[in-house]
């Protein structure tokens, strides 16, 4: 266990060479990052990362990393994706009141690698944003994601596929799509909500289709224009 709150600045790992696994290690009281990845082939598993800026922060030249089975609390973001990053996933974590995002995987202009990052059957709770992608190619696929507080899901720019996940409870939207282009948002669950269960905004191309929503506010929301 890793109490890192002597640590100024810089993250508490940083992970620059290939072919790197990590198991049951517990970051907390970090200033900036507890696990700084720039490289192949990384595996973090049963960790828990609590009390950072960030918890894990996959820079743009990572690529085949599994994040699977940990536990990220209390961050300001829990994992900050940089990019498309090739092979990556993210399974069965838990994520729980992060300040800012669950996770955060956003770029300033549309990635142009192929793949995706999957992201599934992770369970968040009491976040802000569970999920939010702009620009970043991403698979979304059976996760749970409850009492988010803003939006369980925030999807902008191209390339995000949303299926099978259960969206429950609280007074946030439940998925929004805004300014997105290509979106798939099918077989979902939501329920519960105080607001919108589905909102497009401004989002060309986006196919909506077979999902359940019920016990909220509003089903779906078209905003068109500014």
Known sequence: EIYASALRSGAVL??????????????????????LLRAKRFRLQSATLQSCDVGVD??????????????????RVGVRIAATNRNTMIVKNEFVAHRDAAIWAVRREPDQRSGSVA???????????????????????????LDSREAA????????????????TGAAMGIVAENARGVVIEDNELGGLEAY??????????????????????????????
């Open 14 to 35: 940083d992970i620059a060479g290939p072919n790197v696994t990590i198991e049951g290690v517990h970051i907390r009281n970090c200033k900036a990052a507890g696990i």
């Open 119 to 145: 992201i599934r059957e992770n369970r968040f709770t009491k976040e802000p944003i569970g999920i939010l992608t702009a620009n970043v190619s991403v698979l979304i696929e059976r996760n749970e994601l």
């Open 58 to 75: 996959i820079a743009e030249n990572a690529s085949q990393v599994l994040l699977e089975r940990n536990r990220f609390v209390n961050n």
């Open 153 to 168: 899901m925030q999807l902008m720019g191209p390339g995000a596929v949303v299926r099978g996940n259960r969206v429950g």
């Open 197 to 226: 269960g589905i909102m497009l905004k401004g989002s060309a191309d986006t196919l909506v289709r077979n999902n359940r929503v019920h016990n909220s506010g509003y089903g779906l929301a078209f905003v068109l224009g500014n």
